[in-house]
């Protein structure tokens, strides 16, 4: 899965959602396509209301894909877009509540919280099968040999810190102290 309309497709053809319309709902996920590394494997996809708190208080639908390395988020709006992404480590649990009309899928990130609104009847589906991927993708991650110090370079490092201070997961001075243990300032 690399194009909007696949991703829109797969969440269709397994019910994790469908956004308000088709075209809307390949609208979010034509920003992710773009988004995605050469490198970088879809496992899996879905739609929802970010940052949801009831069924009047939400930002609307987003698109969701689960990488082989990041979670990303992607909304388009009539005018601008939202994007984001959570590295796979900084995801620390995911879980599932319904309510009378919806459920909420609950992502605990190290930075956040953010809670996704699904149908009653998916989100239960949705959250099981994002859980075991990321301990799937977890796994292997601690499997594999770490890399040699020398292979990540200050810039990639930098990138990493810079991406935990957007994502509020780590302060201005935190990230400028790094920067600097980095640069060897």
């Known amino acids: 899965m690399r194009t909007a309309e696949e991703l829109y497709q797969y969440c269709v053809d397994n019910g994790y959602g469908q956004g308000q319309n088709k075209k809307w709902g390949q609208k979010h996920f034509a920003l992710i396509a773009d988004e995605l590394q050469p490198d970088e494997t879809v496992r899996m996809a879905f739609i929802g209301l970010h940052d949801y708190q009831s069924a009047t208080k939400h930002d609307g639908n987003y698109a969701y894909a689960l990488t082989d ?3 990303i988020l992607a909304q388009k709006k009539l005018v601008g877009q939202e994007l984001q992404s959570v590295a ?3 995801i620390s ?3 599932t509540s319904t309510g009378l009309l919806m459920g909420t899928l609950t992502v605990n990130t190290l930075g956040t919280i953010f809670n996704v609104g699904i149908d009653k009847k998916s989100v239960r589906n949705v959250g099981d099968r994002l859980h075991s991927l ?12 770490a890399p040699a110090a020398s292979a990540v370079s200050a810039a990639d490092e930098i990138k990493k810190f810079k991406e935990l201070l957007d994502l509020g997961a780590i302060t201005q001075e935190e990230f400028d102290a790094k920067k600097k243990q980095l640069l060897g300032l």
Do not use: C, F
């Open 69 to 71: 390395k990041r979670l």
């Open 88 to 90: 796979i480590s900084q």
């Open 93 to 95: 649990d995911v879980s």
């Open 134 to 145: 990321l301990l799937e993708l977890k796994s292997q991650s601690a499997a594999a040999p």
